[in-house]
C-alpha cells in the first residue's frame, strides 16, 4: 500500500507530540544519592533530572530528624545546566536527612518526591 509524503509526514508529527506531550521531569540522580550515607557531610544537595525546569517554579528543601529544615533555602536551578536542581547546606552533624523536592518542567508537568541520606559519625 503506497502513502503519499503529506501522510507519513503527517503521522511522524503526530506521533512526536504524542511523546513529548507525556515527559514529565523524573529524577534521575542525587548527591548525596538516595539512600546512601556519606561520611563527610555535604556542602549542597544536587538533584539531576530528565527534562529542564521552570526555576521560579522548582524547589528542594533539606530537612533533620526531627523535620526542621536545615538547608541554607537558596534552592536554584543551574543556568548552564537547566535540568539540575541544588540547595547548599551548613555543616551538618551526624544523623538522617530527609531532601523533599517539588519541580515543574518547561512542558508544565508537576512532579515531586522525596528520599532520605544519613550522614554518619
Known amino acids: 500500500m503506497m502513502r503519499s509524503p503529506t501522510a507519513v509526514l503527517t503521522l511522524m508529527i503526530l506521533l512526536a507530540a ?14 548525596p544519592r538516595v539512600g546512601s550515607t556519606v561520611r563527610t557531610p555535604p556542602a549542597q544537595v544536587r538533584l539531576w533530572f530528565s527534562e529542564r525546569l521552570e526555576p521560579a ?15 541554607k533555602e537558596d534552592n536554584k536551578v543551574t543556568p548552564s ?8 547546606l551548613p555543616p551538618l552533624p551526624a544523623g538522617i536527612y530527609r531532601v523533599f523536592w517539588r ?16 550522614v554518619a559519625p
Open 81 to 88: 545546566a537547566p535540568k539540575q536542581l541544588s540547595v547548599s
Open 18 to 31: 504524542a511523546t513529548t506531550a507525556g515527559a514529565h521531569a523524573f529524577l534521575q540522580r542525587a548527591e
Open 103 to 118: 519541580v515543574l518542567s518547561v512542558d508544565t508537568h508537576v512532579t515531586e518526591g522525596d528520599f532520605t541520606f544519613r
Open 57 to 71: 517554579f522548582s524547589s528542594v528543601r533539606v530537612v533533620n530528624e526531627t523535620g526542621e529544615r536545615v538547608d
